[in-house]
């Protein structure tokens, strides 16, 4: 039984008001990014809370009234083997879940559709190359950012484009990425995605989006003037849904 259909949730899909966290995730990728997170806070609690408790412990018993005279010892053997392999034993800790992490992300599974992202001076192109049987007929359009005056209720400043790039969810996606001016990024927290547009080169990364949903990005590299003008917009949608967009897209 789907928990999500008797007790609705609101995912956070887009970066709100003085938020620190993360976006929620909607795919495995990102689910694991702040996974690792956690892990890693988890350490970084108990440093914070060992380090300090060693120091004030260090200062009350070695005050020089408590300890006039002060003892000879200038090092120990025992406590130094401590203290240098334990915290190897927490990089280690560290380590092991952060390359298989990264290793997964540099993976691209056999993708079931590949689309093709360009970066301009400041808008997206979006080429969905599995569909193009001629030059004439070709499913590729560009994606701006839609005016402050433009904008309809509900939807987000600085964030909504005129023309989505639509996905169907639960299945794999390879995202080609180029630009064909000056630096880019394309970057979507939620799908725990930043892979730079480079002029003259193509960088891949796959995704699988595992829920339905609108998710939000934004360039996120300095390309100029109006670098903060050319925000990313995905929208994921079932299966049928895409097919039905797509057969609208190529009549």
Same mark, same amino acid.
């Given at each position: 039984?789907?928990?999500?259909?008797?007790?609705?949730?609101?995912?956070?899909?887009?970066?709100?008001?003085?938020?620190?966290?993360?976006?929620?995730?909607?795919?495995?990728?990102?689910?694991?990014?702040?996974?690792?997170?956690?892990?890693?806070?988890?350490?970084?609690?108990?440093?914070?809370?060992?380090?300090?408790?060693?120091?004030?412990?260090?200062?009350?018993?070695?005050?020089?009234?408590?300890?006039?005279?002060?003892?000879?010892?200038?090092?120990?053997?025992?406590?130094?083997?401590?203290?240098?392999?334990?915290?190897?034993?927490?990089?280690?800790?560290?380590?092991?879940?952060?390359?298989?992490?990264?290793?997964?992300?540099?993976?691209?599974?056999?993708?079931? +559709?590949? @689309? #093709?992202?360009? $970066?301009?001076?400041?808008?997206?192109?979006? &080429?969905?190359?599995?569909? %193009?049987?001629?030059?004439?007929?070709?499913?590729?359009?560009?994606?701006?950012?839609?005016?402050?005056?433009?904008?309809?209720?509900?939807?987000?400043?600085?964030?909504?484009?005129?023309?989505?790039?639509?996905?169907?969810?639960?299945?794999?996606?390879?995202?080609?990425?180029?630009?064909?001016?000056?630096?880019?990024?394309?970057?979507?927290?939620?799908?725990?995605?930043?892979?730079?547009?480079?002029?003259?080169?193509?960088?891949?990364?796959? +995704?699988? @989006? #595992?829920?339905? $949903?609108?998710?939000?990005?934004?360039?996120? &590299?300095?390309?100029?003037? %109006?670098?903060?003008?050319?925000?990313?917009?995905?929208?994921?949608?079932?299966?049928?849904?895409?097919?039905?967009?797509?057969?609208?897209?190529?009549?």
């Amino acid at each position: 039984m789907n928990l999500i259909r008797i007790f609705p949730i609101a995912f956070r899909d887009a970066a709100e008001p003085w938020q620190l966290g993360f976006q929620d995730p909607a795919t495995p990728m990102m689910q694991g990014i702040i996974d690792l997170h956690h892990d890693i806070f988890f350490f970084l609690i108990v440093i914070l809370i060992f380090v300090p408790w060693m120091l004030v412990r260090a200062l009350w018993h070695f005050h020089y009234k408590r300890n006039p005279i002060p003892e000879r010892i200038v090092h120990g053997t025992t406590i130094e083997i401590i203290w240098t392999i334990f915290p190897s034993i927490i990089l280690m800790f560290i380590a092991i879940p952060s390359f298989a992490l990264l290793y997964s992300m540099d993976e691209v599974v056999d993708p079931a +559709i590949t @689309i #093709k992202a360009i $970066g301009h001076q400041w808008y997206w192109t979006y &080429e969905y190359s599995d569909y %193009n049987s001629s030059d004439e007929q070709s499913l590729t359009f560009d994606s701006y950012m839609i005016p402050e005056d433009d904008l309809e209720l509900g939807q987000l400043r600085l964030l909504e484009v005129d023309n989505r790039m639509v996905v169907p969810a639960k299945t794999h996606l390879r995202i080609i990425i180029t630009s064909a001016d000056v630096l880019h990024s394309w970057a979507v927290p939620s799908l725990g995605v930043k892979c730079d547009a480079v002029p003259g080169r193509l960088n891949q990364t796959s +995704i699988f @989006i #595992k829920r339905e $949903g609108v998710y939000y990005g934004q360039c996120s &590299e300095l390309c100029g003037t %109006n670098h903060a003008f050319m925000p990313i917009v995905v929208e994921a949608v079932s299966l049928d849904d895409y097919v039905s967009w797509v057969s609208n897209k190529l009549d």
